[in-house]
Each structure stands twice: as C-alpha cells, then as structure tokens.
C-alpha cells in the first residue's frame, strides 16, 4: 500500500513540479484568469439572458429570434481590429489603453441594457445590446492580443488555459447566476450587478504591467490593415493552417450542435439534462480546460493537438455508443466527462495554437482574423446536422461527426513545420 501511495506521488510530482506550480501562481496566469473571466461575462448577457428577460416581458419568439444579429460584432471585430494595432491612446499604454476605455463603455452599455424595456421598446433594446457586444468584442480583441505579447510561446498553453477557465466562470456567473437573481430581483438590477462584476479587470488592467515593446510596428492604417495579411501569408503553409483552424475542431462542433434533442429523443428528462450535462459537464469541461494547460507545458502545443484531437474524436464516437445503449444515466455521466475534459483539452490547445500563430507586431488584427475564422464551422457545419441526425439516425449520425475530425488530424501531419517555425 506506501509503495503505491509513493509511486502515485512520485507520478503526480513528474506532472505538477515546483517550478509549474510557481508558473501556474504567477502574475501573468492570474492576468490571464481574471481577463478571462471579464470575457466571459458579457456574451449570454445577450443571448439566455436578454431572451429570458424578453420572453418575460412577451416580446413576440421571431423579434426574440430576430436579436441573434446583435452577435454580429464576434465574427467581424477583425474589422476594427487594425486600429488597436496601429494607434496607442496617451495613457496606460499600446494594450491597457485600449483595454480599459474598452471595459469601462462595456459596463456602461450592460447598464444602459438594464435600463431599456424589452416590452414597450424592443429595437432600444436591440441598440443597447449591439453596444454591449461590439465593446464586448472589442475587449477580446485587445486581451487577445495582452495575453500572446505578455505570454512567452512556452507559457501560451497554460496561459491560454487559464483564460478560458475564467472564461466559462465568468460565462457561467452570467447565465447562471443572472437567471437565478432574476427570480428574485429586476432584470435591471441583474444587468447592474454584472457590469459591477467586471470591476476585477478593470482593476487588474490598471495595476498589469504593459507587455514589451516590439518593433516594426504599423505606422499608419494601410499598414495595419496590409501588412498583417502579407506577412500572414508570406509563411510557408499559411492555407494549411486556416484550413486546420476550420477543420479541426469541426467533428466536435456538428456533435454538439445536436446533443440535446440527442439526450431528449432517447428518453432522458430535462432534470437529468440540466444535473449531468450541464452542471457536471461544466466542471468536467474546466478540469479538461485546466489539465490541458498543465500537459501542454510538458509536452509543447504540437503533441498537445495530436493527443487531445484523438481523444475530441473517440469522445465523439462514444455517443453513438451511448445511441446503441439508450437511457442511462451512469453511462451519460461517463460519456459527458470524459466529452468535456477532451473538449476542454483540445480547445485550450486549439486557443494557444492560434496565438503562437499571430507575429507580435499585428497581434490584434492577426488573432482576430484567427479567431473570427474559428467561428465559422459552428455556424456552417451545425446548420445540416439536424437533417444528418434525422436521415442517419443518431448512431449514424456521431459516426459521421467521429470521421470528420480526420481532415483536421491530417491537416496537422502536414503542417508539422508551420507549427514548429
């Protein structure tokens, strides 16, 4: 028994050393944890959110429906990107400048949104709710682009990790807690409390230190709109990697896009839903998220995509397991751990790939365009799968989402260089 006990702190001291543990504690992961969190609290404050509060308030389903396009600002914010890039304001620097006048007029937007009535005024609503997620996404522009110039390329795994971790905390205070406090407190009151919740980033963006100066960067805004694009696909298997980047996690989005009716077509009650694949699946997702970022350090970011791109596909496989088996609960509880830890892995390296992908000069508008591209399958492959699932049946179904993470794993074979420049 002591020999096991040792062997198994031996193993855990291999994976957790003294020097990670320092690395993990240390200014810049807390940076990256708090900045994370102060991303993720605006997005369903647009989405489950303001839908709970409109449908309250009886606001007609295709107005409801309609409100999806104040999401736009996500995958266009590569549009105004540029300008962070080019111009630095006269105070707290090229990023914190940029960043803290962005997180102050987002604050005030969610509290103007809290003031407006979905009821008696819905396009006000709509105006409210477009400048809550253009500030919004000009924030994720800006702290995109603080964690890829304050990170070294070692630290980009990690750090990346513990973004997303507050991430989802922060996604989760938002939708969870902001439902929540809705059935006791006004919708005005919610909107308030969660602008006051992004009080920590500001804080920290005032106290972090400005990342390093690099040179050669634009000098006006031709420059900082031409020159990302022509050094971006100067390198040497450039396509490749935007083709890997809309590939690779693709098995995995066309999956969930379909899991719910999934769980409700083969007998599980909506309790079971919310307790297993909501509340447990979120943790499993963050302690996929975290043990990512730990084993990138150890392995760098190219194993890392290899490991976590196999276990996203075999985690896929596994629901069409599920399919076959029908209602059970201890095995949706197995299947939905080990789908969220593989998710959460192979989105932590998917993120800190994308980042040691952007040239320091250009981060903002190169992470933008990254990223922006990174939407695109969740849009464009969830669109067929509810015919796939209806025409294929849902064992049928997963085990075309299993095979469609192979282009990605073979884009990665290939780029093997691109990845190591």
Request: net charge positive; with cysteine; proline share 5%.
């Amino acid at each position: 028994m002591e020999k096991d006990v040792k062997a198994a702190k031996n193993g855990f001291s291999m994976i957790v050393s003294a020097p990670m543990i320092k690395s993990i504690l240390s200014r810049k992961m807390l940076v990256s944890l708090i900045m994370g969190f102060s991303c993720g609290v605006p997005l369903l404050l647009t989405i489950s959110v303001l839908q709970a509060w409109m449908k309250r308030e009886g606001v007609d389903l295709s107005v409801i429906g309609f409100f999806s396009l104040v999401g736009l600002p996500y995958t266009l914010k590569f549009l105004w990107a540029p300008i962070f890039d080019r111009f630095t304001l006269p105070f707290l620097g090229r990023r914190r400048g940029w960043l803290i006048v962005a997180q102050l007029l987002l604050m005030l937007s969610i509290i103007m949104l809290g003031f407006t009535n979905p009821g008696k005024a819905p396009w006000m609503v709509a105006f409210a709710a477009f400048l809550v997620t253009f500030f919004s996404a000009s924030q994720d522009i800006v702290v995109d682009a603080y964690r890829r110039e304050d990170l070294s390329d070692e630290e980009l795994g990690l750090g990346s990790s513990m973004y997303i971790y507050g991430y989802r905390v922060g996604m989760l205070l938002a939708s969870g807690g902001g439902l929540i406090l809705a059935d006791i407190i006004p919708f005005s009151v919610v909107y308030f409390l969660m602008a006051v919740s992004m009080i920590p980033g500001v804080i920290t963006t005032i106290v972090t230190p400005e990342p390093p100066q690099v040179t050669g960067q634009p000098v006006n805004l031709y420059s900082a709109v031409i020159e990302p694009l022509k050094e971006y696909f100067s390198r040497k298997g450039a396509i490749m990697i935007l083709l890997f980047i809309l590939f690779y996690k693709i098995g995995d989005t066309m999956a969930s896009a379909m899991t719910t009716p999934f769980y409700m077509d083969i007998g599980f009650t909506m309790t079971e839903i919310g307790t297993v694949v909501k509340l447990f699946g979120f943790w499993a997702t963050l302690a996929g998220t975290f043990g990512g970022g730990i084993l990138m350090l150890r392995m760098g970011i190219n194993m890392s995509l290899w490991i976590f791109g196999i276990l996203q596909a075999i985690s896929t496989a596994c629901f069409a397991l599920l399919a076959m088996a029908g209602h059970s609960v201890p095995l949706l509880s197995c299947v939905i751990a080990f789908e969220n830890i593989s998710s959460g892995m192979g989105t932590a390296a998917y993120a800190a790939f994308m980042a040691s992908m952007t040239d320091r000069r250009f981060t903002a508008t190169q992470y933008a365009l990254l990223s922006s591209l990174m939407g695109i399958p969740r849009v464009m492959a969830s669109a067929p799968t509810g015919f796939f699932a209806k025409n294929m049946g849902w064992e049928g179904f997963f085990i075309v989402c299993t095979i469609a993470a192979v282009p990605g794993l073979v884009l990665l074979f290939f780029m093997q260089s691109a990845i190591n420049r």
